[in-house]
């Protein structure tokens, strides 16, 4: 076998022994997906193997997609940490495509978020609800960003409580102290009065990018990758020359930088 095929075999090999890790990986919501496809990179020191979610990382991107869980924060927490040890100044870009989960889990994302010292830009992709909105407008003053589709909305925390009077009680209280603490957040990023925090929560309040930023939760509604994004993606990997290019067409792997292959992963 060739030194490039061995590579190959090498690297989709090493995916599938991991592909647990990489179906729970940079995505918190990946086991929806069917396919996570490897990319092979090739460099004058030979070529590696790195599922897409690994490769961009490698671009200090981290995405939230799918519901806020304690697996999903306890991945995008790790994710943070690292890339701040690699680079502490250097920004990193978390894409935001979420109807919202727990509320510990998400605020476990947004006091790392802010516990780090490199700046987090975010954007909102398809939509940001509920916990994912307020980390939407956790990220970076003037980094906060939105597509042009998107939607945003904002609630009150909800729960239910069983048992004794005394036990529901506790958490009653418990609630109501959380959506004051939520509440605070949200005023802290928007620049809004905590009556008007207060009102606009008080139900299910559903906003289009252009009203979100009237609101102060992003601060621009994009339509194209802003060319300060493509400086620091290109400044992460070296240099506008060493960009991989992606061909879909496995036929002509060798002849580009870098290839896609899909490798169905388990679904739970």
Excluded at 259 to 264: C, I, K, Q, R, Y
Aim: hydrophobic share 40%; glycine share 10%.
């Amino acid at each position: 076998m060739s030194y490039a095929g061995r590579g190959l075999a090498t690297g989709v090999g090493s995916l599938l022994r991991r592909h647990v890790s990489a179906e729970r990986g940079n995505l918190g919501g990946t086991r929806s997906y069917g396919l996570v496809p490897i990319v092979i990179e090739h460099t004058s020191r030979g070529e590696r193997a790195y599922d897409i979610f690994s490769r961009l990382l490698k671009e200090r991107i981290v995405s939230i997609h799918g519901p806020i869980s304690d697996d999903t924060a306890s991945l995008v927490v790790a994710q943070l940490l690292y890339l701040e040890s690699e680079h502490p100044e250097k920004p990193v870009h978390l894409y935001i495509n979420s109807p919202g989960g727990v509320v510990t889990a998400g605020l476990a994302i947004y006091d790392t978020m802010q516990y780090i010292r490199s700046p987090v830009s975010t954007l909102c992709v398809g939509q940001a609800a509920s916990m994912a909105s307020l980390l939407l407008a956790a990220g970076a003053p003037g980094e906060r960003r939105s597509l042009p589709n998107a939607r945003v909305m904002i609630h009150q925390p909800s729960g239910g409580a069983s048992g004794q009077a005394s036990d529901i009680a506790i958490q009653a209280r418990e609630i109501l102290d959380m959506r004051l603490r939520l509440n605070k957040l949200y005023v802290r990023h928007t620049g809004k009065d905590i009556e008007t925090i207060e009102q606009s929560m008080e139900r299910d309040h559903f906003m289009s990018p252009e009203e979100a930023k009237s609101f102060g939760l992003i601060d621009e509604v994009i339509e194209r990758r802003p060319a300060s994004l493509i400086a620091d993606m290109v400044g992460s990997t070296g240099g506008i020359e060493e960009r991989v290019n992606v061909s879909v067409d496995s036929s002509k792997w060798m002849k580009e930088k870098v290839s896609v292959l899909a490798v169905p992963l388990e679904r739970g």
